[in-house]
DNA sequence: AAAACCATTGTACTAAGGTACAACCCGGGA
DNA sequence: TCCCGGGTTGTACCTTAGTACAATGGTTTT
C-alpha cells in the first residue's frame, strides 16, 4: 500500500446508481455516466459513487431519500426532478440531498453536478439559492457540532450489517442478502453493539439514523 | 456535441478576473486558470467569465460584491474568502454571489467552481448550506404531501406505548414507566403492529421516526 | 340494556434476538 | 515464523419479543 487510501478516488471508482421508479435509465444519464447502474429497491446496501434519486410525481419524497442515504453512506446523494420546484427542492435538501437538479438535465450538467457533489459541495439551480438565501434572515443559531461518525469504530462488515439492521431486517434476511449465515450476522452486530455501546438493534437504529448520539469516544 | 452561439460558450471564452486587495494573482488560482488576471479596483466595466472576488479581513463586503456584479453584468460572482464562515458566506449569498469557496481552494475546486456557476449553478460548501436548510426550515411550505400520521389508527395507549418503543425502550422498561404490566405492553404493540401493518418493533420504530412511510391507509 | 371499544392482565407458547465459548481461514506486520 | 485482526461458523444457552386464547372492568354508543 504506498498511496495512502484516498475515500475520494474511491468513490469516483465506483458506478452512478439511479434510483427511479421502475422506469429504465435514461439516455442523457447514460451519456454522461455509460457505467450508470439501476438502483434495486430492496437492496439494503449499495455501493456507488453517487445516488441519483429520481423524484416520484407524488408523495413523500423524505423516505425515499433517507433510504438511500442511509444505504450508500458517505455516497453523496442527488434528487432529480422532471418538474423542479423550489419548494420540492427544500423538502429535499431537508432531507439532505447534496444536489437538486433536472431529471432531464444535458449530461454536461450531470457530470458537473457529479463532480460538485464528489468534493463535499452542493449543486442547486439559481431560483432555489435565491429563494433560500432571501428567507434566511441573519439568525443563524445552531453551530450544529458535527456528529461523531458512528462508522469509524466498524469494520466494514459490521457496518453493513448495520445499516442493513437499521432499516427494519431481521437477522435473516441479512443472511440471505450477503450470503452467510445467520450466525455471522449475530457476530457482527454483537461486535457493532459493543463498540457503539448500545444493547440491542433497535438503539443501534435510532444511532445509524441519527436519531440518537454516540455517546463515549470508544 | 456542437453547440451554436451559446452565451455560455461566449463567456467561457473570456479570461477569469480575480478581484484583490492589492494582492497579485495566487498560483492556485493561475493553475485553475492559466489566463488569470487581476480585476482593476477603479475600473467601470469588465469584461470577463468569472469574477472571483477576495473578501477582505473587515468591513462590509454587500457593497464590493454589488459592485463588481455591476460591473460585469452577467458573469457570475465567487467570493473567495481566506477564513471561510457561515456568517460571512450568508451575508455574500445575500449579496448575490454564485459562490462562496476557500481562497486557497486547490485549482481542481476552483475549476469546478466555475463550471458550476458558468452553467447558472451556485456551488457552496455542505457546512453553509447545512446552516442555510437549517434557518429556513420553518419559513417554507411543509412537504406538498402531509406524511400520513401514524397516529390517528392508535388508541391513545397505544401512541404512548409506541413513542417509548421508538425511542429505544424495552417492554419492561414502558411497563414499569406507566406503571402496567408487561404483559399489557406487549398488548398495545400487538395491536399497534396490526394497525400499522409492521411486523415488529424496529419497523415501527423506522415509522414513528419518519424513516418509512406509512403504507395501506388502516 | 346490549354492543362496541378501550385498558388491563393471565397463562402458555413460539420465534427471534443476543451471549458465551469456542474454532478455522487468511493476509499482513513484528 | 508467529502473532493479530477481520471474517466466518458452530453449539449451547439465556433473554426478549411477539402470538394465541383467553378474561375482567370501565366507558361510550346504539
Known amino acids: 500500500m504506498t498511496r495512502k487510501s484516498d475515500p475520494l478516488e474511491k468513490l469516483k471508482a465506483l458506478p452512478h446508481v439511479f434510483v427511479t421508479d421502475g422506469e429504465p435509465i435514461r439516455s ?5 455516466f455509460p457505467q450508470a447502474q439501476l438502483g434495486y429497491t430492496r437492496a439494503t446496501s449499495c455501493e456507488a459513487s453517487v445516488v441519483w434519486v429520481l423524484l416520484p410525481y407524488t408523495g413523500d419524497i423524505t423516505p425515499l431519500i433517507r433510504r438511500w442515504q442511509r444505504m450508500v453512506g458517505d455516497a453523496p446523494v442527488v434528487a432529480l ?5 423550489d419548494e420540492e427542492g427544500m423538502v429535499a435538501l431537508r ?3 447534496s444536489g437538486y437538479c433536472n431529471g432531464y438535465a444535458s449530461p454536461a450538467v ?13 449543486w442547486l439551480g439559481q431560483s432555489l439559492l435565491q429563494k433560500l438565501v432571501a428567507t434566511t434572515a441573519q439568525n443563524l443559531p445552531k453551530p450544529a457540532v458535527a456528529p461523531l461518525d458512528w462508522t469509524l469504530s466498524l469494520t466494514e462488515r459490521e457496518v453493513i450489517v448495520a445499516r442493513a439492521v437499521a432499516s427494519g431486517a431481521s437477522n ?12 455471522t450476522v449475530k457476530a457482527h452486530l454483537t461486535a ?4 457503539l455501546r448500545v444493547r440491542d438493534r ?3 437504529t435510532l444511532l445509524v439514523n441519527g436519531i440518537t448520539e454516540l455517546k463515549a469516544p470508544s
Open 28 to 32: 442523457n444519464w447514460r451519456e454522461a
Open 172 to 183: 435473516k434476511e441479512i443472511a440471505d442478502q450477503l450470503n452467510i449465515t445467520e450466525r
Open 202 to 204: 433497535l438503539q443501534l
Open 81 to 85: 426532478s422532471d418538474e423542479p420546484r
Open 95 to 97: 432531507a439532505g440531498v
Open 192 to 195: 457493532a453493539f459493543e463498540k
Open 110 to 122: 450531470l457530470q458537473q453536478v457529479a463532480e460538485t457533489v464528489l468534493q463535499g459541495g452542493v
